[in-house]
C-alpha cells in the first residue's frame, strides 16, 4: 500500500508541474491549451487524493499531523479551490501564471519534508478537528483566488504580459471579484475561529489560550476585517487593493505554514 500511495503522489506531482508548464505557454505564448491546464489539474488532484485517502486509511487519522501531512493536504485543497474557479470562470484562467507557482513552492517544499508515519495525539480525535481545519482550507483557498486576480491587475500596472490578458475584464471589475472571494475567505475564517474554539474546549478545557498560532491566526482574521472595510470607506485604486490582498495572503501563509513549523505550543500537537 506504501508504495502505491507514494506512486499516485509523483504521479500527482508530475500532473502540477505539467500544468504549471502548460500555465506557462498559455500566458506567455497565447496558446489555448486551458483546456487542458485544466485536465491535467484535475488528474493531479484524483490521483493526489487517491495517495491521501491510502494515507488517511493505512495510518487511521487524516493528513494534517506532520509537516508533510499539513503541506501535502493543503496543497490539494488549494489545488481544487484553483481548479474550481478555473471551471467557473473559464475567461480568468491566465490567472494559473499567479496561482500556480504558490501550489509549486507548496509542492517543493513538501518534496522535502519528513513524510514518516505519524500517530495522532488523544487531544486530536474529535469531529470538531475535521470541522476546523475544513473551514480553514476553504478560506485560505479563496484568498488564494483573490491574490491570483489582484496579480493580474499588478501585472497589467507594469506593464507585464500585457498583450496576453487584454482579454479579461478591466481592473476595476477584477477587482470588485477579487474582494468578493476575499469576503469568502473571511467567512470561512471565521468559522474556523469558532469551530477550533469549540475543538479547543472539548481538547483541552478552554476556548482559548493565546497560544502563538492562535494569536497569529487572529491577527490574520483582523487584517481580512480591516481589509473588507477599507474599501467601501476609501476607495482605494484596484492596484492597491491589489497590494492588500497580496500582503494578507503572504501574512496568511506565513501563518499556516510557518507558525506551526517553529512554533512548540500544544496546538500544533505532534508537528
Do not use: C
Not at 500527482?12 to 489555448?32: D, E, H, K, Q, T
Not at 490578458?165 to 469568502?184: G, I, K, T, W
Amino acid at each position: 500500500m506504501i508504495m502505491a500511495e507514494e506512486g499516485l503522489l509523483w504521479l500527482a506531482i508530475l500532473g502540477y508541474l505539467l500544468a504549471g508548464m502548460v500555465s506557462v505557454i498559455v500566458v506567455i505564448f497565447n496558446r489555448g491549451w486551458e483546456r487542458i491546464l485544466l485536465l491535467l489539474l484535475s488528474l493531479g488532484l484524483i490521483l493526489h487524493g487517491f495517495s491521501l485517502g491510502l494515507r488517511w486509511q493505512r495510518l487511521g487519522h487524516g493528513p494534517f499531523i506532520s509537516m508533510f501531512e499539513i503541506l501535502s493536504s493543503n496543497l490539494w485543497s488549494l489545488t481544487l479551490a484553483v481548479t474550481l474557479f478555473f471551471w467557473f470562470y473559464p475567461a480568468l484562467r491566465a490567472t494559473s501564471v499567479v496561482l500556480l507557482p504558490t501550489l509549486l513552492v507548496l509542492m517543493g517544499w513538501m518534496m522535502v519534508s519528513n513524510s514518516a508515519d505519524t500517530a495522532i495525539p488523544p487531544t486530536y480525535d474529535t469531529i470538531w478537528l475535521y470541522v476546523h481545519i475544513g473551514f480553514g482550507k476553504i478560506a485560505l483557498g479563496a484568498i488564494l483566488v483573490a491574490v491570483g486576480i489582484g496579480g493580474i491587475i499588478l501585472m497589467r500596472s507594469l506593464g507585464s504580459l500585457a498583450r496576453h490578458v487584454q482579454r479579461l475584464p478591466d481592473n476595476p471589475r477584477l477587482d470588485e471579484l477579487s474582494y468578493r472571494f476575499a469576503a469568502l475567505g473571511f467567512i470561512f475564517h471565521s468559522l474556523m475561529l469558532v469551530a477550533g474554539a469549540i475543538w479547543s474546549l472539548d481538547a483541552w478545557g478552554r476556548y482559548w489560550s493565546w497560544d502563538p498560532l492562535e494569536t497569529w491566526t487572529l491577527h490574520t482574521w483582523l487584517l481580512l476585517a480591516l481589509y473588507l472595510h477599507l474599501r467601501p470607506l476609501f476607495r482605494p485604486p484596484p492596484v492597491v487593493g491589489a497590494l492588500l490582498i497580496w500582503a494578507i495572503f503572504t501574512f496568511a501563509f506565513l501563518v499556516f505554514f510557518g507558525v506551526p513549523f517553529i512554533s512548540r505550543a500544544p496546538h500544533q500537537g505532534v508537528v
